[in-house]
């Protein structure tokens, strides 16, 4: 960091603080969108081989190249704008979708000290921008003037707005029991051992985020906005080529930042599962890492992956009742008995 | 100009153009999109106003969750577009009379002794870790207890009148009830029943 500081220090300052904060968003926006190729290779790698086939595996040794050949194939396609659509719109929705998924990592901490942009209303901050994705999704399905796109997107509306109450509650919950926005501090509340995690007093709050996360980036079980079999793809039937793989890329972002947020807010973050044990708290196994929080990452996203492989798709009817008769009124219950453990100053977390 | 100044200016830019936006485009969906572009613009002028706790509610509240519902509504809605501005022409004279007087007093109010920068200089800036949002919460809580409580009161009245207005009863709908569908067992469903074989005829 000093060292590129230095190489720039011939450049006026205002310049020099743009370049390093660009620098940061490429150190961070590279290896996110390298994650997003190699999710979809590990989807299809996990799906394949939970239904006893082997999944990709002719480009590349054991098909690691495949992601790079269906980028390229992707953005040699041609773009295909539909007569009766809007134009404007119709090429704007994709970058819509895009943005937010991007904008959200600024204040997701990665390491002590190792953020973007150290908010202090960082969880506010996410969740005004995931809350914002859905335009893209609604803006798609008007603009392609086709019926299965404008059905997808109605359905996708609905489901994101009902499930981002459940989604915000339980991020109450979080806020309430670590009484700070920054996530820096959210994961500091949680240091001790693996029993000082949020997961443990906030068991709920985690399931329903969580579930709620699958929901809010329409992934399977709750991909009803784009239901195959019955309004063909969804809100991007129209979109082709690189447009169509915005989209692509965005969800696949959504994940990856939902499956972050639980780390952080549920799990600890950055820190270490060995804190706190004698004998194996001292040394590499115990120190905060970066690479903590991609374990727990990637046990998250697992999880998406597990779910789309098992589960059946939810009917629409059910998709609501869940989130607004179960999820709603858990989430409410569970705030009142987080914050009498908070006032009650529960040990060992709230101590 | 400083570096907040050139913001303010362009936000401000932003804002006016996208109000503009909202009530001359002819598309009711573009003009709820402009009306979403005038809301984050908004956002940005509270965050220079250091109250980035408002500016975040303002873009979570009204672009995430009401807009939405908006856009959805004028989606659906086949609204004619040209029957709505057949009377733009008659009405243009009433409605630039009603506009340069409400500007006009808008500018009577603002420019009198009362504001200006002489009456209102900017508060000082606060240290990077001022967190608003729990200063926010402690006036809320505290200072302003009774009428937050009256406010949240009429939102849960509005919330039950609405509810209540829309609500139809329809004796005929059928409902399902999971708890039952959960419960169901085998035994209820399907009867095993042991008989011998038929003789062929």
């Known amino acids: 960091m000093e060292m590129i500081q230095a190489a720039l220090g011939w450049l006026p300052m205002w310049l020099q603080v743009l370049m390093m904060i660009v620098l940061k968003i490429v150190v961070i926006l590279i290896p996110l969108m390298l994650s997003v190729a190699y999710l979809t290779y590990a989807e299809r790698k996990v799906i394949g081989y939970i239904q006893v086939r082997i999944g990709p595996n002719r480009v590349g040794p054991i098909g690691l190249l495949q992601p790079i050949a269906d980028a390229v194939k992707l953005i040699f396609k041609e773009i295909i704008v539909p007569a009766g659509s809007d134009k404007l719109l119709f090429l704007l929705a994709?970058?819509?979708a895009m943005a937010p998924a991007l904008a959200a990592w600024a204040v997701v901490p990665f390491q002590p000290g190792m953020v973007l942009a150290d908010v202090n209303a960082g969880l506010l901050y996410i969740l005004a921008l995931t809350s914002m994705g859905v335009y893209g999704i609604i803006i798609a399905g008007w603009a392609s003037n086709s019926k299965y796109a404008f059905i997808g997107a109605i359905r996708s509306a609905a489901q994101v707005v009902s499930y981002e109450i459940a989604m915000g509650f339980a991020l109450v919950g979080v806020l309430v029991a670590a009484g700070s926005l920054n996530l820096g501090q959210i994961v500091l509340a949680q240091s001790g051992s693996i029993l000082h995690w949020f997961w443990l007093p906030l068991l709920p709050l985690m399931v329903v985020?969580?579930?709620?996360?699958?929901?809010e980036t329409n992934r399977a079980p709750f991909d009803l906005a784009e239901g195959e079999s019955e309004i063909v793809a969804g809100f991007h039937v129209e979109y082709s080529g690189t447009p169509f793989a915005v989209f692509f890329l965005a969800e696949y972002a959504n994940m990856i930042l939902i499956a972050t947020l639980s780390a952080v807010l549920f799990l600890g973050g950055w820190l270490s599962p060995f804190q706190g044990i004698p004998g194996l708290a001292e040394g590499a196994l115990g120190a905060p890492s970066m690479l903590w929080?991609?374990?727990k990452v990637a046990f998250f996203l697992f999880l998406f992956l597990w779910f789309r492989a098992t589960?059946?798709?939810y009917r629409y009817d059910q998709v609501m009742r869940l989130g607004w008769k179960v999820f709603i009124p858990i989430t409410i219950v569970w705030l009142l008995v987080v914050a009498g453990m908070v006032v009650g100053e529960l040990p060992p977390w709230f101590a | 100009m400083s570096f907040q100044a050139l913001l303010f200016y362009a936000l401000s830019a932003l804002l006016l153009t996208g109000a503009g936006?909202?009530?001359?485009?002819?598309?009711?969906?573009?003009?709820?999109?402009?009306?979403?572009?005038c809301f984050f613009a908004s956002a940005g002028l509270w965050l220079l106003l250091e109250a980035e706790f408002l500016a975040i509610t303002l873009v979570l509240v009204y672009v995430g969750a009401v807009m939405v519902l908006f856009l959805f509504v004028v989606m659906m809605l086949d609204i004619n577009v040209t029957r709505m501005r057949e009377g733009f022409i008659r009405f243009l004279p009433l409605?630039?009379?009603v506009a340069v007087l409400s500007a006009a007093f808008m500018i009577?109010?603002?420019?009198?002794?009362y504001f200006g920068l002489e009456a209102m200089p900017a508060p000082p800036a606060k240290a990077a870790d001022y967190s608003n949002t729990a200063e926010l919460g402690r006036q809320l809580y505290t200072t302003y207890v009774y009428p937050f409580e009256i406010a949240?009161?009429?939102?849960?009245?509005?919330?039950?009148?609405?509810?209540?207005?829309?609500?139809?009863r329809r004796p005929n709908t059928r409902f399902q009830e999971p708890s039952l569908q959960v419960q169901v067992r085998r035994a209820d469903r399907v009867r095993l029943v042991s008989m011998s074989a038929e003789e062929r005829k």
């Open chain 1, 94 to 96: 994709p970058i819509l």
């Open chain 1, 209 to 215: 985020y969580f579930i709620s996360g699958v929901a």
């Open chain 1, 293 to 295: 929080l991609f374990i």
């Open chain 1, 311 to 313: 589960f059946p798709r």
């Open chain 2, 21 to 37: 936006l909202v009530v001359s485009v002819r598309n009711p969906v573009h003009a709820a999109l402009s009306l979403v572009l």
């Open chain 2, 95 to 97: 409605g630039t009379v």
């Open chain 2, 108 to 113: 009577l109010v603002v420019s009198g002794p």
């Open chain 2, 152 to 168: 949240a009161v009429v939102l849960l009245v509005a919330i039950v009148a609405a509810i209540t207005l829309t609500l139809r």
